[in-house]
């Protein structure tokens, strides 16, 4: 999978997309990753990519031009085929895991991050195929956004995590939370790990966690039960 990103801060995905999972995905070329400066695609001595809101408010918006550019640069002036303009705002869609999976199985998709009071609003018109929100927060940037998506998509790519069933039992796959989960010493100032994970028994074990993770959804988030 290809994931372009347009950022006035291509310098904060580094320290993210560097480490871990993500960085490993890289080296073995499950993801590929691309940051653009928007910088580089605005005019002036100066290269501005805001302006002042017309009809006044505010603080300032991204301009329609530099996005323009950047966008049929990297794309090619007939875009989109094969390939999804996402804009990160919080007025999108909320992000959750049907909608990462929705995503993890697109060959392309590029990423626009927003700034300042958000985007002149004929970038969406333009190019925007979707807008995706990460909760019912304001953020800074679209840059936090990104990375969160990006992660949550690369995990979820075949061959990026070592064992192909963490995904099966992980939280919202499925409906429902993950259950319980402990690990050595097995008994911790009293707290004993729970008899039937060291039982051995496997059918036990799978039953004991369907159970928990009913249970588990139950209490703490009872509206994934009713969907
Ligand atoms: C300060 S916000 C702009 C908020 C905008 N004035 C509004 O009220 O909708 C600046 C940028 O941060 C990003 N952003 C902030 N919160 C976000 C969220 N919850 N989900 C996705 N992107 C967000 C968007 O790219 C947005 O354009």
Redesign the pocket.
Known sequence: MRIDVITIFPGMFEPVLGESIIKRARRKRKIDIRLHDLRKYAQGKHRKVDDKPFGGGP?ML?KVEPLFKAVSDILGVRKKKGCKVL??????KRLDQKKVRQIAELKRILL????????DERVRKLFVDEE???????????EL?SMVLIDAVVRLIPGVLGDENSNVSESFEGGLLEYPQYTRPSDFRGLEVPKVLVSGDHNKIDEWRRHQSFKVTKKKRPDLLKK
């Open positions: 603080g991204m804009l990160l705002t919080p007025q999108g626009i991050c927003g700034h300042y009071e958000g985007v995706i929100s990460i909760g019912d927060y304001v953020l800074t940037g679209g956004p």
